[in-house]
């Protein structure tokens, strides 16, 4: 394991295993980013476990999928790391980052952004599919030979386009209810023409 600084925000024994928080200093980013971390049972004693990457959607941060879907006894009972980024950069207070749900804190729609001013660090893309996967390898027992992707709304988007984008990168990828057709609709439309 190559160890990339992680730091413990909080910890609840669940299910036999650990629902945890971490954050950490994103280089892509250039902020700190919280994810939370589900350990189930077999993480102390078994190595190379399987990873569940699980992106939110619109509004959320590390915190939903946690609290409102109840994923943990069934990670638990499988062994399955479970991996859940925050849906956005957070504390830059851009020009109109606050000024809607739909885009910005917490919209960041899981693209890499190339207009202003959300060039710099509206890089979710590149965070999801490339810097966070190395922080969890480094700090975790497992199998990145055993990654899936999954996700809900703007989060099925970015699941999508990450799995399309990197064939043989996840073992499966399954959304629900994703922003498929994003350019076909408001919430897409706005974002893509922000950020692209």
């Known amino acids: 394991m190559t160890n990339k600084p992680i730091k413990l925000v ?4 669940c299910y036999g295993g650990f629902q945890c928080v971490y954050e950490h200093e994103s280089s892509i980013l250039k902020c700190t980013m919280k994810f939370g971390c589900y350990l189930p049972p077999q993480h102390e004693k078994k190595k190379n476990l399987p990873i569940v990457y699980y992106l939110s959607g619109l509004t959320c941060t590390e915190q939903n999928y946690i609290m409102k879907s109840g994923f943990q006894r069934y990670a638990a009972k499988h062994g399955i790391v479970v991996i859940n980024p925050d849906t ?12 809607s749900y739909d885009f910005g804190s917490g919209a960041g729609f899981y693209v890499n952004a190339t207009e202003e001013p959300w060039k710099t660090n509206y890089r979710m893309y590149s965070y999801v599919t490339g810097e966070l996967p190395t922080v969890v390898s480094g700090n975790f027992n497992v199998n990145v030979g055993k990654s899936a992707i999954s996700g809900h709304s703007m989060g099925g988007h970015g699941a999508l386009i990450a799995a399309l984008r990197n064939p043989g990168k996840y073992k499966c990828c399954s959304v629900f209810a994703p922003i498929a057709n994003p350019s076909e609709c408001p919430w897409g439309q706005k974002a893509f023409t922000g950020y692209l």
């Not at 956005?88 to 000024?99: A, C, K, N, Q, V």
């Open 88 to 99: 956005s950069p957070r504390g830059f207070d851009l020009p109109g980052e606050h000024d």
């Open 10 to 13: 909080s910890q609840s024994k």
